[in-house]
């Protein structure tokens, strides 16, 4: 499975631990703007049939470019036939190279686990050296959720 990872800012890079990730089939891209993400996801997802969290859900705006996608309420066949799942992220683990998502009213799982490819739009505010520094600054949203991710 290819996961991808589109953010923004400097210190992505060594927070996020490039190695892990590569180590992992993972691509790592780190643009420099909110409209440079959304020109990466623009050439990720074109003649794709998209499987995307809620358009509000999604960091930079880009809900905005997931218009026509199939969405995690939608029927299970539609769901399938998906090519790429997009989700944003709610943290980033450099220690492990790993993404933790919190499944919510909008944030379905099934869209970073049901098509081949994923792609994950993670802010700089999503970086988390481990897991107890995720646990700690994410407990909240973490009690709220039907279920956690990695």
């Known amino acids: 499975m290819t996961v991808e990872a589109a953010m923004t800012g400097d210190s992505a890079i060594p927070l996020l631990n490039a190695a892990e990730a590569r180590a992992l089939g993972v691509e790592v891209f780190v643009e420099a703007s909110a409209e440079a993400v959304r020109e990466r996801l623009t050439m990720l997802i074109a ?16 809900g905005a470019l997931v218009g026509s996608a199939t969405f995690g309420s939608s029927p299970g066949a539609d769901q399938a036939a998906a090519e790429v799942g ?36 993670v802010r700089p505010d999503d970086l988390f050296f481990g897991m107890g520094e995720f646990f700690t600054a994410r407990s909240e949203g973490i009690a709220g959720a039907a279920n956690c991710t990695f």
Request: aromatic share 4%; proline share 10%.
């Open 86 to 121: 997009v989700t944003g992220c709610h943290g980033a683990i450099a220690e492990t190279g790993s993404l933790a998502l919190l499944s919510k009213p909008g944030c379905s799982r099934t869209v970073s686990l049901l098509p081949p490819l994923h792609v994950a739009l």
């Open 47 to 62: 003649g794709k049939r998209v499987l995307s969290w809620n358009p509000d859900r999604l960091p930079y705006d880009a």
